[in-house]
């Protein structure tokens, strides 16, 4: 499976079970403070003008006309006209008193120099076992001429802005679709920025050997992999592949062979109505015992568990 296979395969696992969008007309004075959340990641985007954002623990960026900041992690962070404008909470700007939705455009500040954001949140479902999402920086910053360069986001969000607005039915889902969308092609954006060479599990999978040997695993987790059989197939020894891998990815081979498993059946629970027996053979178990003995260790609940509370959660969300 070529590198490029097994980002889409754990893309295709990032699956964004709920978005938040809102449009931002500022005037300075203005300051906008977002609260630190795990569960979500924040994105914001200068349609036009130009502002500061502060990370705690980070200098003060500058953003303008066209730039895109993502917070895979949820990270507390400020978007001011300049540094050191007071704060309002997004929270109290962005939700409707009345209804406790979102509202799909504010308007905040005083009447100096505008500026214009689309700004949300995603919401992943099964965020915690997915071996992307864990190696992405707090920050990912996305120029103006890149996004430009790679004629994506302006159409994508023209569109997500004009479903958030309407009141037509299905537009939550057609939101929540275009996220999917967006979030891939900021992974897209910032695998672009990376040096050569660079470490983490994403840059792994540009070296030829360990990227080899992951694309190994994605494309067929049922096999009985061993350090020594991973090795062999990239040509290695058992000892330096065990040791560049580790170094690389983060964790030892048959850890991330067992996480990887675990993040697909998850995904299959979630997705599809295969029964227990089918998706413990297709990820390498051969009783649907020990693989909700492992499922259950790695994710926390029993296989069957985890299919009901996904199930409910995608109902509520649709209500």
């Given at each position: 499976?070529?590198?490029?296979?097994?980002?889409?395969d754990?893309?295709?696992?990032v699956r964004?079970?709920?978005?938040?969008?809102?449009?931002?007309?500022?005037?300075?004075?203005?300051?906008?403070g977002?609260a630190?959340?795990?569960?979500?990641?924040?994105?914001?985007v200068v349609?036009?003008?130009?502002?500061?954002?502060?990370?705690?623990?980070?200098?003060?960026?500058?953003?303008?006309?066209g730039?895109?900041?993502?917070l895979?992690?949820?990270?507390?962070?400020?978007l001011?006209?300049?540094?050191?404008?007071?704060?309002r909470?997004?929270?109290?700007?962005?939700?409707s008193?009345?209804?406790?939705k979102?509202?799909s455009s504010?308007?905040t500040?005083?009447d100096?120099?505008?500026?214009?954001?689309?700004?949300?949140?995603?919401h992943f479902?099964?965020?915690?076992?997915?071996p992307?999402?864990?190696v992405?920086?707090?920050?990912?910053?996305?120029p103006?001429?890149?996004s430009?360069?790679?004629?994506?986001l302006?159409?994508?969000?023209k569109f997500?802005?004009?479903?958030?607005?309407?009141?037509?039915?299905?537009?939550?889902?057609?939101?929540?679709?275009?996220?999917?969308?967006?979030?891939?092609?900021?992974?897209r954006?910032?695998?672009?920025?990376?040096?050569?060479g660079?470490?983490?599990?994403?840059?792994?999978?540009?070296?030829?050997?360990?990227?080899?040997?992951?694309?190994?695993?994605h494309?067929?987790?049922?096999?009985?992999?061993?350090?020594q059989?991973?090795?062999?197939?990239?040509?290695?020894?058992?000892?330096?592949?065990?040791?560049?891998?580790?170094?690389l990815?983060g964790e030892p081979?048959?850890?991330?062979?067992t996480?990887?498993?675990?993040q697909?059946?998850?995904?299959?629970?979630?997705?599809?109505s295969?029964?227990?027996?089918?998706?413990?053979e297709?990820?390498?178990?051969d009783?649907e015992?020990a693989?909700?003995?492992?499922?259950?260790?790695?994710?926390?609940?029993?296989?069957?568990a985890?299919?009901?509370?996904?199930?409910?959660?995608?109902?509520?969300?649709?209500?």
């Open positions: 499976m070529p590198t490029t296979d097994v980002l889409t754990v893309l295709e696992t964004v079970g709920a978005a938040c969008y809102g449009r931002v007309e500022a005037a300075a004075p203005w300051g906008i977002v630190a959340d795990e569960e979500n990641a924040k994105f914001h349609l036009s003008g130009e502002c500061w954002l502060d990370v705690e623990g980070q200098e003060p960026i500058h953003l303008s006309g730039d895109l900041v993502a895979p992690h949820g990270h507390a962070h400020a001011r006209d300049v540094p050191g404008s007071s704060i909470p997004l929270a109290d700007l962005i939700t008193p009345s209804t406790g979102c509202q504010i308007v500040g005083g100096g120099a505008s500026a214009t954001l689309v700004t949300g949140s995603f479902e099964d965020r915690r076992n997915n992307l999402l864990s992405l920086p707090p920050v990912i910053v996305l103006g001429e890149l430009r360069n790679v004629h994506w302006e159409p994508t969000l997500i802005a004009c479903e958030a607005a309407s009141a037509r039915p299905g537009a939550q889902t057609v939101v929540s679709r275009l996220a999917d969308v967006l979030f891939i092609q900021i992974v954006g910032y695998l672009a920025t990376l040096p050569p660079a470490s983490g599990w994403l840059g792994a999978l540009a070296d030829a050997q360990i990227g080899g040997a992951l694309g190994l695993i494309q067929s987790p049922e096999l009985d992999w061993t350090v059989s991973l090795a062999a197939k990239v040509a290695m020894s058992r000892s330096a592949f065990a040791s560049r891998f580790a170094r990815v081979p048959l850890a991330y062979v996480r990887w498993r675990m697909k059946a998850a995904g299959l629970l979630r997705q599809s295969a029964t227990l027996a089918d998706i413990a297709r990820v390498g178990y009783s015992a693989f909700s003995k492992a499922f259950k260790r790695a994710v926390g609940s029993a296989p069957g985890y299919r009901r509370a996904a199930k409910a959660t995608v109902i509520a969300a649709a209500a």
